[in-house]
């Protein structure tokens, strides 16, 4: 039976559409293949235990968070997610999402691999719908992050242009 690896950092956890809509396309894939879920062991983003999905096993790896900064966090574990991504079993069919499904399927040795892009985040873009002193702020958190950003950005062109399947959401 082939294997299909899916890679979320927030893997096995309801905490959004993706989730959720990756979870349904998992169990249908399920009586064809072998599904093997990997994700952080994710602690302060949220209440994770109330999160957790059900007869759903996720392999975890530890990862260093920082919440309020999702765009270093993305940088400073980039080294951890190579890590445990490089060692996969290269014949499997690697699915990932999510804003560091961009660097996992970079780092994915084999030729099957699938990319959800969800939305503009994962892109590198942060949109401003605010205003007035709120848009002012963002404005600076978003200079802030800019270098991050283009981390995010640069592994996102390479996610594209390495001829992976990928799939929006939207235009």
């Not at 294997?3 to 979320?8: A, K, M």
């Not at 997610?81 to 399927?105: C, H, P, R």
């Amino acid at each position: 039976m082939k294997t299909i690896i899916i890679f979320d950092k927030y893997a096995g956890y309801m905490v959004g559409g993706a989730q959720r809509s990756l979870t349904l396309l998992v169990d249908a894939l399920k009586k064809d293949y072998t599904v093997k879920w990997i994700g952080a062991d994710v602690k302060k983003s949220f209440t994770s235990k109330n999160y957790k999905i059900k007869n759903v096993e996720v392999t975890r790896f530890s990862i260093i968070e920082l919440p309020t900064f999702p765009y270093l966090e993305y940088v400073i574990n980039r080294r951890r997610v190579k890590k445990y991504i490089e060692q996969l079993d290269s014949d499997a069919i690697f699915i990932t999402q999510g804003l560091w499904g961009n660097m996992a399927i970079n780092f994915f040795k084999g030729n099957k691999k699938i990319l959800f892009i969800r939305d503009e985040y994962q892109l590198g873009s942060i949109p401003i719908i605010e205003s007035g002193i709120k848009q002012i702020i963002k404005s600076i958190y978003i200079l802030l992050n800019s270098l991050f950003l283009k981390s995010i950005s640069n592994d996102t062109k390479k996610a594209i242009s390495n001829k992976n399947l990928i799939i929006a959401n939207s235009q």
